[in-house]
């Protein structure tokens, strides 16, 4: 049997609308989207965010009440919340210092370059700050989206949310973080998902990409 390519996942993968509720998928599968996400790429390595898997029926329940009733939060059996910090700190900043100095060595331009960095990012306002960490949060979602894939899960990110509630739920003010976007996973049900038999819509190559020679 061929062995399948980063592009037949992605042909595979799709906003899956209603899940398997007998199925869950197993931890190691779980793990390696999880491991996907903390190898993703962020701005000057920051990894300004963290991530909530909620297994809890009761606390996913309250979840999808604060998503308009989205089903595939409860039908699903893990949730990943991805929660951005809601500000730059210097000791934030520092503890990224701290990682690097540990897997390379005490560098001076490790020092020079972070430094510079609090320059540029502590004097902004915190919500120019978040929403740069947000946007961190949603690069490891894409890597997130095709990891499920690769690894035959279902998934559906979700922006329909209201985050002031789901960061109560799961007390993420407390912690200096701020809710940005759901992942679901699950398997699909195939006999109750209208979406699934349809086909994959996307723009032609020739209207989204431009070559400059």
């Known amino acids: 049997m061929t ?10 993968r799709y906003a899956t609308k209603k899940m398997d509720t007998c199925r869950s998928v197993p931890q190691g599968k779980v793990d390696a989207i999880l491991e996907a996400i903390r190898l993703a790429p962020t701005s000057s390595g920051t990894q300004p965010f963290e991530v909530v ?3 809890n029926p009761d606390v996913r329940a309250a979840i999808a009440k604060a998503a308009n009733g989205q089903a595939q939060i409860v039908e699903g059996s893990h949730v990943l919340v ?3 910090w809601d500000n730059y ?6 503890d990224v210092v701290k990682l690097n100095v540990e897997a390379r060595g005490d560098l001076p331009m490790l ?14 306002d915190a919500e120019v700050n978040y929403s740069h960490a947000a946007r961190q949060a949603y690069i490891a979602l894409g890597v997130a989206l095709v990891a499920a894939a690769e690894q035959e899960v279902d998934s ?6 209201d985050p002031q509630q789901v960061d109560e739920i799961l007390g993420l003010k407390d912690r200096g973080l701020r ?21 994959k819509v996307r723009k032609a190559r020739d209207t989204m990409v431009t070559h400059v020679d």
């Open 179 to 199: 809710s940005v976007v759901l992942m679901p996973l699950g398997y699909r049900d195939p006999a109750g998902d209208w979406l699934l038999p349809m086909k």
């Open 53 to 55: 898997i909620v297994t």
């Open 89 to 94: 700190t210097a000791k934030r900043i520092d």
């Open 3 to 12: 062995e399948k390519t980063l592009l037949d996942h992605l042909n595979w």
């Open 156 to 161: 559906t990110p979700m922006e329909g949310f």
């Open 111 to 124: 020092h020079s370059y972070y430094e510079n960095l609090k320059g540029n990012y502590l004097p902004r």
């Open 82 to 84: 991805f929660a951005a």
